[in-house]
């Protein structure tokens, strides 16, 4: 099991504003699995909730990435509240389950950390 | 309501190792709550889940800010499981709620951003 939380690399935002929004896609996450397989949830969270943070160019890439994890992975796109840095609704990140590994795989191998 | 997530500055990680870092921290904090106050975490999600991410200087001060702020508002430190660029169990962030605005202030405020 693992979450995989998506970022674009072309936004010039700082690493404060990086981590609020990994706290936000990792809840955001949690929350959507949680409430349709909670059991999912707490098998991750015993396994110590694995994380892994990867890349994309820009907003094409994570939107198509979404686009096509979305029909088998529970996956949900985080925009920005735009108050500083970029604006308001900017897309930031993807977050992709927490869910099982190697239906995650399919989608992400050979993406960048970042 | 908010959330405060505050990193050490004197560690050299990446900004993905933040990332995982800042997921980790936000969702602890979430399930802490929430296995005590769920009402908190509901109308802290209800208002859009704030965030703020923070420094310190050191391991240090880290600690000192955890000891002060856990005995009125559940907090809990963030340790890395040390597969990359740290040392296992080193302490990287503290997460502080989600709770009452207030209640966090008086302990962070004048803090630095991340």
């Known amino acids: 099991m693992k979450q995989v939380i ?3 690399s072309d936004l010039k935002i700082g ?13 955001t996450g949690y929350e959507r699995v949680m409430s349709k397989k ?10 110590g909730q694995k994380k892994i943070v990867l890349r994309v160019k820009d907003e094409e890439e994570l939107v198509g ?4 994890v979305k029909r088998s ?12 840095q970029v604006e308001a609704g900017t897309l930031i990140c993807l977050v992709i389950g927490p869910w099982e590994d190697e ?8 993406m960048k950390l970042l």
């Open 73 to 84: 992975v529970p996956a949900e796109l985080i925009r920005d509240a735009g108050h500083t």
């Open 6 to 8: 998506v970022f674009r």
């Open 38 to 47: 909670p059991a999912v949830v707490k098998e991750w969270l015993s396994e």
């Open 103 to 110: 239906d995650i795989d399919r989608f992400v191998e050979g």
């Open 15 to 27: 690493k404060g504003k990086i981590a609020a929004h990994a706290a936000h896609a990792g809840i």
């Open 65 to 68: 990435l979404y686009e096509r």
